[in-house]
């Protein structure tokens, strides 16, 4: 008997989840010091995904957002969070899953870049942007320069 479209095996879509876990991965690997902490929605509306204590004891949050498309979606509490702590090391990091054979792009914005990645997604410049493999050593010493 044929299967049909909805019943063959679908192939994994990345996800934040897994984005997280890549992240932390490197992580280890590259700045083992690092803590990261994973925080929960029911914390706050709007706190970001991620803080990170570095080797110093000074903390960074980082809004992770994984998407196929150009627009980044971030919620009004996410883009009111960054804008008001945008004189911290706060961040928003996204990964752009892309078809068609391409290779995941990694973005990285400040967070008083808030307001224009809503807008404008990934057409706003960017700190840091690179393709699969990803430099992490830069990344993370633009998140929290040694």
Not at 11 to 30: D, G, M, N, S, W
Not at 83 to 112: C, E, F, M
Not at 132 to 141: A, C, G, M, R
Request: hydrophobic share 40%; net charge positive; glycine share 4%.
């Amino acid at each position: 008997m044929a299967q049909t479209l909805s019943t063959l095996p679908q192939p994994k879509i990345p996800t934040e989840a897994a984005f997280y876990q890549q992240l932390r991965t490197a992580a280890k690997k590259v700045r083992p010091q690092l803590s990261l902490t994973r925080i929960e929605n029911s914390v706050g509306q709007g706190i970001p995904d991620l803080m990170i204590c570095d080797e110093r004891g000074l903390f960074h949050f980082v809004e992770l957002k994984f998407c196929k498309a150009n627009a980044v979606r971030l919620s009004p509490h996410q883009v009111s969070w960054l804008t008001r702590h945008r004189h911290s090391s706060s961040w928003i990091l996204v990964k752009q899953h892309q078809n068609w054979g391409k290779k995941p792009v990694v973005l990285l914005y400040r967070a008083d870049q808030a307001i224009a990645v809503k807008t404008d997604g990934l057409k706003t410049d960017p700190v840091y942007e690179g393709t699969n493999p990803f430099d992490w050593p830069v990344l993370f010493d633009l998140i929290s320069p040694i």
